[in-house]
């Protein structure tokens, strides 16, 4: 737990952040390197246009998953114990039910208008989209009560087992429909024994028993996160997971699917590193440090972050277009293009991740929201600017991805900005107290 962490003598803020998320980090590895070790392998079992159709309903589900429970799962954060945190928990679950029931009939209503290889997909993305919701929900249970270990367990149980999945699928020739199925079945693997873990018997019966009206007030009194974190975190993770859908609709599932496998490659680094220290950063600060103890700890964040992740996501891109088509096969070489024009946003991307809370941990969510705004708008205006225009597919990856870039760094001054000006208010009231 952060608290034995930081129990005996006061190390540094940093190094506790380095150590714990070490553990978390080292499962991301195993997690992680299990995705990326099965590309080679993916790439011959499955064609581009497979890897397309997996990296749009993946996009699709990782939007909408994201507000499946109404945001509602961030709340698990700042409640002040156990008895709050089940009803919270409680009010996740509703939430995803009417969601998830929702996007089915909506899915059937449009299945007319979506392309051949698609509409089977519609009756997978809500249990997709479902279980994404739950799994943030353990974790943010598992950061804010101190199982920072079964969280780590979590970073490789999915990505191992869809992994091993996909190519057991692969090989028996089920189609490029079974990476989606894979999907489905990692998320149930990692609820289940996830679940297990962090959750006692006391804690689940707590969650059945909350009283309804309970549940009720709770989402009463924590309307700024359906309000303002929702909206939020919606143009986040469309900022992320929108350009692999539009991609694939403007350009092809090919392209798609090497858009995916590029992304894939890039973002690793941050899921491994900034990832971990990110979610470390939220434990520690539950752990109720003062305000101008973060912003030293969110500094020194961004300084490991640009050495650590950054600069070698940079590289990446720059190596990208001399080893994917050795790794990957002929096919695939314009992954590797693409790879280097990802790589800058990725590196901005990598020193925002570490932050990305902060808005909800000091509940300024309308910030967050009026920054994910303009990064909404940053990344998707170049992107149509290069549509119209009529570019090839590659300069408008690479206008798109300029933007993107602009915005994580936005991202980053802003949390920065927030963290700032509360050390700055609370160091205030403290002299004031003292002169009185």
Same mark, same amino acid.
């Given at each position: 737990?952060i608290?034995k962490?930081?129990?005996?003598?006061?190390?540094?803020?940093?190094?506790?952040?380095?150590?714990?998320?070490?553990?978390?980090?080292?499962?991301?590895?195993?997690?992680?390197?299990?995705?990326?070790a099965?590309?080679?392998?993916?790439?011959?079992l499955? =064609?581009?246009?497979?890897?397309?159709?997996?990296?749009?309903?993946l =996009?699709? #589900?990782?939007?909408?998953?994201?507000i499946?429970?109404?945001?509602?799962?961030?709340?698990?954060?700042v409640?002040?114990?156990? #008895?709050?945190?089940?009803?919270?928990f409680?009010l996740?679950?509703l939430?995803?039910?009417?969601?998830s029931?929702?996007?089915?009939?909506?899915?059937?209503?449009?299945?007319h208008?979506a392309?051949?290889?698609?509409t089977?997909?519609?009756?997978? #993305?809500?249990i997709g989209?479902?279980?994404?919701a739950?799994a943030?929900?353990?974790?943010?249970?598992?950061?804010?009560?101190?199982?920072?270990?079964?969280?780590?367990?979590?970073?490789?149980i999915?990505?191992?087992?869809?992994?091993?999945?996909?190519?057991?699928f692969?090989v028996?020739?089920l189609?490029?429909?079974a990476?989606?199925?894979?999907?489905?079945l990692?998320?149930a693997?990692?609820?289940?024994?996830?679940?297990?873990?962090?959750? =006692?018997?006391?804690?689940?019966? +707590?969650?059945?028993?909350?009283?309804?009206?309970?549940?009720?007030a709770a989402?009463?009194?924590e309307?700024?996160?359906?309000?303002?974190?929702?909206?939020?975190?919606?143009?986040?993770?469309?900022?992320?997971?929108?350009?692999?859908?539009?991609?694939?609709?403007?350009f092809?599932?090919?392209?798609? +699917?090497?858009?995916?496998?590029?992304a894939r490659?890039?973002?690793?680094?941050?899921?491994?590193i900034?990832?971990?220290l990110?979610?470390?950063?939220?434990?520690i600060a539950?752990?109720?440090?003062?305000d101008? =103890?973060?912003?030293g700890?969110?500094?020194?964040?961004?300084?490991?972050?640009?050495?650590?992740?950054?600069?070698?996501?940079?590289?990446?891109?720059?190596?990208a277009?001399?080893?994917?088509?050795?790794?990957? +096969?002929?096919?695939w070489m314009?992954?590797?293009?693409?790879m280097?024009?990802?790589?800058?946003?990725?590196?901005?991307?990598a020193?925002?991740t570490?932050?990305?809370m #902060?808005?909800?941990?000091?509940?300024?969510?309308?910030?967050?929201l009026?920054?994910?705004?303009?990064?909404?708008?940053?990344?998707?205006?170049?992107l149509?600017?290069?549509?119209?225009?009529?570019?090839?597919?590659?300069h408008?990856?690479?206008?798109?991805?300029?933007?993107?870039?602009?915005?994580?760094?936005?991202?980053?001054?802003?949390s920065?900005?927030?963290?700032?000006?509360?050390?700055?208010?609370?160091?205030?009231?403290a002299?004031?107290?003292?002169?009185?």
């Amino acid at each position: 737990m952060i608290a034995k962490a930081m129990a005996g003598a006061t190390p540094s803020p940093i190094r506790t952040i380095i150590r714990v998320a070490g553990g978390v980090s080292a499962m991301a590895i195993i997690g992680q390197f299990t995705l990326v070790a099965a590309i080679p392998l993916l790439a011959r079992l499955y =064609s581009p246009a497979d890897f397309g159709i997996f990296t749009i309903y993946l =996009s699709i #589900v990782n939007i909408l998953g994201s507000i499946a429970a109404l945001r509602f799962e961030s709340s698990i954060y700042v409640v002040e114990n156990k #008895v709050r945190g089940q009803v919270a928990f409680k009010l996740v679950l509703l939430a995803v039910f009417v969601t998830s029931v929702t996007t089915l009939a909506a899915g059937y209503l449009l299945l007319h208008i979506a392309p051949g290889r698609l509409t089977h997909l519609v009756w997978l #993305v809500p249990i997709g989209m479902a279980g994404a919701a739950i799994a943030e929900a353990m974790s943010c249970w598992s950061l804010r009560f101190g199982y920072v270990r079964d969280f780590a367990i979590g970073r490789v149980i999915q990505p191992a087992t869809m992994a091993f999945l996909q190519l057991i699928f692969g090989v028996a020739q089920l189609g490029g429909e079974a990476m989606a199925y894979a999907h489905i079945l990692s998320q149930a693997v990692l609820i289940l024994v996830i679940g297990t873990r962090i959750l =006692s018997w006391q804690d689940a019966s +707590g969650i059945v028993r909350a009283p309804w009206l309970t549940v009720i007030a709770a989402a009463r009194r924590e309307y700024k996160f359906p309000l303002f974190d929702l909206p939020a975190a919606l143009a986040g993770f469309i900022i992320i997971n929108l350009p692999a859908i539009l991609i694939g609709s403007l350009f092809g599932a090919n392209f798609a +699917g090497f858009f995916g496998v590029a992304a894939r490659f890039v973002t690793a680094p941050i899921a491994l590193i900034a990832n971990p220290l990110g979610n470390v950063f939220v434990a520690i600060a539950n752990e109720g440090r003062n305000d101008r =103890s973060l912003l030293g700890t969110a500094r020194g964040l961004l300084i490991l972050a640009a050495s650590v992740i950054a600069l070698p996501i940079l590289g990446l891109g720059l190596a990208a277009p001399y080893f994917v088509v050795p790794l990957l +096969g002929e096919p695939w070489m314009v992954a590797g293009q693409i790879m280097s024009a990802l790589a800058c946003m990725g590196a901005a991307q990598a020193l925002a991740t570490p932050l990305q809370m #902060v808005p909800t941990i000091l509940r300024r969510q309308e910030v967050r929201l009026l920054v994910d705004l303009a990064r909404t708008l940053l990344m998707f205006g170049p992107l149509a600017v290069g549509v119209h225009a009529g570019w090839q597919p590659l300069h408008v990856i690479y206008l798109m991805a300029a933007g993107g870039a602009v915005g994580f760094a936005l991202s980053t001054a802003a949390s920065l900005l927030l963290l700032t000006r509360d050390a700055q208010s609370n160091g205030a009231c403290a002299t004031i107290e003292l002169l009185e």
